[in-house]
């Protein structure tokens, strides 16, 4: 099953307190629930105006609907081809 990266713009998402993140993670865990297991996600990293989130999904669309349900942008979307760390150079 693919993995995608997902770029999310939202303006001062590093300032949410763990209250509102909780509150996201709830909304998407209940649409992902309802979409079926062909959609997992499985994290995030959020920066000042940005939150980054792997998933794997069966494709784009997937995500996409995903996104609109949730009323959550998805200004980029790319598959992941591969992944390398600093083991990769060993």
């Not at 979409?35 to 794997?56: A, H, N, R």
Request: proline share 7%; charged share 20%; hydrophobic share 35%.
């Amino acid at each position: 099953m693919p993995k995608y990266i997902i770029e999310r713009q939202i303006p001062g998402a590093g300032q949410l307190s763990s209250e509102e993140l909780r509150q996201i993670s709830q909304k998407s865990c209940c649409i992902l629930n309802d979409m079926g297991p062909q959609i997992q996600w499985l994290e995030s990293f959020v920066t000042d105006d940005k939150v980054y989130c792997i998933y794997i999904a069966p494709n784009e669309q997937s995500i996409l609907e995903h996104a609109q349900r949730g009323e959550f942008p998805a200004n980029s979307i790319a598959q992941i081809k591969t992944i390398i760390d600093p083991t990769t150079g060993e």
